[in-house]
């Protein structure tokens, strides 16, 4: 308890409280007093002022989040406290919540609640979003529903990434990180003019880690990471008047993951009569900090995505200006996981072998987006566009386990198909009207057309070896199930804003968001032809922005109330005996958050934040049973009541804060700097079912990082510490897949004390 108080109050104690906000401060020029950076954003689909904008958004610079130490947007919850991250076994299963909502299926059939957007692209999974965060300008975190201009995947919110731009002076930066576990990391960015009209960027990263989970059966390190990546940026400008910005990326990615680690056996059922499953798995030992497994099988993760797009902005005489953006996007992935957790190369009774757990995803999708933006009138002002999107999605899975029965080793295999279309024409407008005296309504509307194909194919007689017996499904028909669906809706928003004066606005607002229908494309056959309804979400939230007119300090706080309806998640289908995609029920979340940033003084910064969040199922009558639930804690008929139980990941109460505190040297060539940044949460459920042992109590984290900077800005070179006071904690808790009574965990990189040190040089 004491780690967890001090990982917060090192970074709260010039303030006396935690508050969280977006800004670095500006580079004092002559003797002029310094300022907090006016932070832009595309909340609007206008660029808007952090403070003006009347939405929820967290947004970090580039520069933030390298102080910070965070290149992935896993790393983003430690900066955000409305955002939280549930690693799972591979990156299309991992997750991420905004305000407690998130998307709880597996099925490839179904689209995430929080809407991931590259550089105006609009990702069509979350998996695709989960990539490094290099050469960035900004990152904005939108929180609560925002269908109204970023579609029909962000009923909950959005995550934004924009990269920085071509530079008209040729510039340049290498940094370089190495720390602990063998982990390297080396990005590079150039940029400057090509011709007279035309601007370039060009910029790749290599990164890699050993792994810091360790295998005992063979000494492999697994949880590891081998990637790299490249993005280039031209910006063409044949007049005043026209911007063309044409990107094209690519990333691959290698990694051994992911492994889980066994958290809990005290309440295990011994799969082997007479014999312990600790003494089967030592010589590992389960607990909270066991970051050891013990596999004998490949474990692997792996993806290759690429894209190009091209923005085309045009500025009419009148004040006009019309946008184009147009994409492709591959994304190409496979993973498998030694589900077992033991390295019986053979089964031994009453223990299966199950080795081989092995998917394929491939997916490309096209859009095209038209914007039409008024000018800024004294009254009114508008923007009205309409998107156009293609999915095109085929899933793959292979399963394989082994048992030793009466009759010798049976092994037991299968497979399945299954692909997803979708097709999505929206039309949208947003506008807002000045009454004067500071008070402005605004709003906007969105109608959406999309039809979902789905094609789901399984033959329970269909084995991977001869001999196998068919695993799942043997008792049922061939699953060939194709249809389609179509659906037409209409989302939007309103609201008030009122600026008091310049230092001070409040808004209310109101916004409905939307989920696109699915269907549950997964490995047991569905047993229903039937689609999944589209969900549906109304939120309710009051504003209040403050910035002091010396630019010093941003204090924000907002209220919210947002309710589901329709919720899509997995559910057990009491008749059938299985567990499927459904529309389960209703589900709220609700509570206050608090953001702030300081310039305390020319040279100390603080930045932080809290978030107070009940994310509550409101109903939810035929939810799955935990493994063991007795009808004496509510299982009834293979299913429970979850009405009234909290959502996974959402803590009450979470707390963000940091500390810069750059130091002058007078003498010296150079100046010195520290940071600190913490973060504090409240205990979590991570599971849906509300397994009484898949919970985590409340800790702290505390990072450290220290050095020099040149006083051109030309180098600096640092040294860190992540989870300064050693701190474990698991980025998922959950009920072992095999074992009943047993828990597992996923252990992240940062579970432990590690330091590294930067050196980054720049032109």
């Known amino acids: 308890m004491l780690h967890n108080r001090l990982a917060i109050t090192a970074s709260c104690i010039a303030l006396g409280t935690c508050l969280a906000a977006p800004a670095s401060a500006q580079d004092s020029t002559g003797d002029a007093e310094r300022k907090l950076d006016t932070i832009m954003v595309s909340a609007t689909k206008r660029p808007e002022t952090l403070q003006d904008v009347p939405v929820a958004v967290s947004a970090r610079s580039g520069e933030d989040l390298e102080n910070s130490g965070v290149s992935s947007i896993e790393g983003l919850a ?18 991420v919540r905004i305000r407690g909502v998130g998307t709880e299926v597996f099925s490839s059939g179904v689209e995430p609640s ?30 609560g529903p925002q269908s109204t201009l970023f579609g029909k995947n962000a009923s909950a919110g959005v995550i934004a990434v924009t990269t920085q731009a071509p530079t008209d002076t040729l510039s340049g930066k290498v940094d370089l990180t190495v720390a602990e576990g063998e982990e390297y990391a080396l990005r590079g960015t150039v940029s400057g003019p090509i011709t007279d009209t035309v601007l370039g960027r060009l910029t790749a990263f290599t990164k890699s880690q050993k792994g810091h989970i360790e295998n005992v059966s063979d000494d492999r390190d697994l949880n590891g990471y081998d990637n790299w990546g490249v993005r280039g940026k031209i910006l063409v400008q044949p007049s005043s008047a026209l911007d063309l910005t044409f990107i094209a990326d690519y990333r691959d990615t ?33 607990g909270p900090e066991n970051n050891q497994t013990k596999l004998n099988a490949p474990v692997y993760n792996n993806s290759e995505q690429w894209g190009v797009s091209g923005k085309a902005e045009y500025r009419f005489d009148n004040g006009f200006t019309f946008t184009s953006i147009t994409a492709f996007r591959e994304w190409d992935f496979e993973n498998n996981i030694d589900v077992d957790a033991l390295d019986f190369e053979d089964p031994i009774p009453g223990v299966i072998t199950f080795d081989l757990n092995s998917g394929q995803t ?92 789905y094609r789901v194919f399984r033959d329970p007689t269909n084995t991977l070896l001869p001999g196998d017996f068919p695993l799942g499904g043997s008792a ?132 932080g934040g809290i978030a107070y969040t009940d994310a509550t199922v409101e109903s939810f009558p035929f939810a799955q049973c935990y493994r063991g639930q007795t009808p004496a804690e509510g299982c009834v008929n293979g299913a429970q009541d979850l009405s009234g139980e909290e959502l996974p990941n959402s803590p009450d109460w979470r707390f963000t804060a940091s500390l ?104």
């Open 476 to 607: 049922g028909t061939p699953a060939d199930i194709d249809g389609d669906t179509s659906d037409t809706a209409l989302v939007g928003n309103i609201g008030l804003r009122q600026e008091w004066s310049d230092s001070v606005m409040t808004y209310l607002r109101y916004a409905r968001g939307y989920k696109g229908r699915a269907f549950d494309v997964i490995f047991t056959a569905p047993q229903s032809t039937e689609y999944v309804d589209a969900e549906v979400s109304d939120s309710y939230e009051a504003g209040l922005k403050v910035q002091t007119p010396n630019g010093r300090l941003q204090f924000n706080a907002a209220a919210f109330w947002t309710e589901y309806d329709d919720f899509q998640a997995q559910e057990r289908d009491v008749a059938a005996s299985t567990i499927v995609v459904a529309n389960a029920g209703k589900v709220s979340t609700k509570g206050i958050e608090l953001d702030a940033s300081a310039l305390l003084t020319d040279n100390t910064l603080l930045q």
């Open 660 to 763: 810069r505190q750059d130091i002058p040297l007078a003498s010296m060539p150079f100046d010195g700097f520290f940071q600190l940044d913490g973060s504090w949460q409240s205990d979590v459920q991570f599971q849906l079912d509300q397994n009484p042992n898949t919970t985590q109590d409340g800790y702290g984290l505390l990072h450290l990082s220290a050095g020099i900077t040149a006083d051109d800005g030309g180098w600096t070179a640092s040294v860190f510490v992540r989870n300064l006071l050693d701190e474990t904690y698991a980025s998922n808790v959950f009920a072992d897949p095999l074992y009943a009574g047993v828990i597992s965990q996923y252990l992240p990189r940062d579970f432990e004390r590690y330091v590294g040190a930067r050196l980054t040089a720049s032109f």
């Open 254 to 286: 290698e990694q051994d993951c992911c492994a889980y680690q066994i958290r809990d056996t005290s309440t295990a059922v011994n799969p082997v009569v007479g014999v312990t499953l600790d003494t089967l798995l030592d010589p590992v030992v389960a």
């Open 78 to 95: 430690t900066l955000v406290p409305s955002l939280t991250f549930t690693q799972s076994s591979n990156e299309l299963n991992s997750s």
């Open 114 to 143: 929080v809407s991931f957007v590259v550089d105006d692209v609009v990702l069509a999974r979350q998996g695709q979003g989960f990539q490094d965060l290099v050469d960035v300008e900004r990152v904005e975190v939108l929180r």
């Open 362 to 453: 491939s997916l490309s999708q096209t859009s095209q987006e038209f914007r039409l933006a008024s000018p800024r009138w004294d009254n009114f002002d508008y923007v009205v566009g309409v998107y156009l999107f293609q999915l095109d999605l085929d899933r793959s899975f292979r399963r394989r386990i082994e048992a030793l029965t009466g009759l010798g080793v049976v092994g037991l295999s299968g497979q399945f198909n299954g692909s997803v279309g979708n097709r999505n024409y929206a039309a949208f407008a947003s506008a807002n009207y000045r009454f004067g005296q500071g008070t402005t309504l605004f709003g906007g509307l969105r109608v959406i057309n999309e039809t979902l194909d």
